[in-house]
């Protein structure tokens, strides 16, 4: 299965990710956590997401205490001709060899800090390294259990049974200027997001939406996918055994989304 492939016209990450959208594709990204991997493993997730049509890799964490993150994304860049997006937990994780960065403001919160004071002091690192950076709407739901990002950000996630209030939350995003909005049950939830809230945001809003959090098996990642998200993000299942690799890139790109309204 080939790796999409950014066109020279595509000079940008958000191009990337809009096209594939309009074009009903599905784009596959692998969370890397530089935290939680060593070099072999690294180059063994590489490897697998080269000969399995992986499209792009997402680099962070909601807690990244390590320095590996430069090396993290030097390394997948020297390995992959994969796109490399940087997706920060704090202000500290910008890095110019990455090929863009979700800017991302927690739009199901109500912590300031989340919402505008951190991108302000990010702001001028990010625009100093010169990385494309994509406003993203982020959107925490109840994964079944707390997860290190909703006890970190200090914020209550959007209830899993309560769809009107995440398309409220993402309409707000788009409205607002949003370029693309993330809807999160964080790192290893206990229960993905339900296809019928996917279903309900990626209805309704004209944006691509990226899906993560708790998806292990192939048929989680193709749901979330044909309920109409654009991006499908694994990160745990991964880490912890990157034969996977293979089965869910297969699920995904199975994955037509043809039924959503648009
Ligand atoms: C977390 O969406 C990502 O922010 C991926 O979650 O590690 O559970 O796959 P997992």
């Not at 000079?11 to 990337?16: A, D, E, L, M, V």
Request: proline share 5%; charged share 15%.
């Amino acid at each position: 299965m080939p790796n999409f492939v950014i066109s020279q016209a595509m000079h940008s990450i958000r191009s990337y990710i809009e096209d594939a959208r309009s074009r009903h594709q599905k784009l596959f990204a692998v969370l890397v956590d530089p935290d939680d991997v060593d070099e072999s493993s690294l180059d063994r997730i590489a490897r697998q997401a080269l000969d399995n049509g992986v499209d792009l890799f997402l680099v962070g964490g909601s807690l990244v205490t390590g320095t590996k993150l430069p090396d993290t994304i030097a390394r997948l860049k020297t390995t992959t001709n994969l796109p490399v997006v940087i997706f920060p937990g704090s202000v500290q994780q910008v890095d110019p060899q990455a090929d863009a960065l979700l800017f991302l403001s927690l739009i199901s919160g109500r912590n300031p800090d989340l919402l505008i004071g951190n991108q302000v002091l990010a702001a001028p690192y990010v625009k100093r390294s010169g990385i494309e950076a994509i406003a993203t709407g982020y959107m925490l739901v109840d994964g079944g259990a707390p997860t290190t990002v909703s006890y970190i950000s200090n914020t209550l996630p959007i209830p899993a049974d309560k769809n009107d209030i995440a398309v409220c939350t993402a309409l707000a995003g788009e409205m607002l200027g949003m370029h693309t909005i993330y809807m999160d049950a964080g790192s290893g939830a206990r229960q993905a997001i339900p296809a019928s809230m996917i279903r309900a945001v990626s209805t309704q809003v004209d944006l691509p939406v990226i899906v993560g959090g708790g998806i292990r098996t192939p048929d989680q990642a193709y749901l979330s996918a044909e309920a109409g998200a654009t991006v499908i993000v694994v990160g745990n299942a991964i880490e912890e055994d990157s034969n996977l690799i293979s089965e869910l890139s297969f699920a995904v790109h199975s994955a037509s989304g043809q039924g959503v309204k648009r």
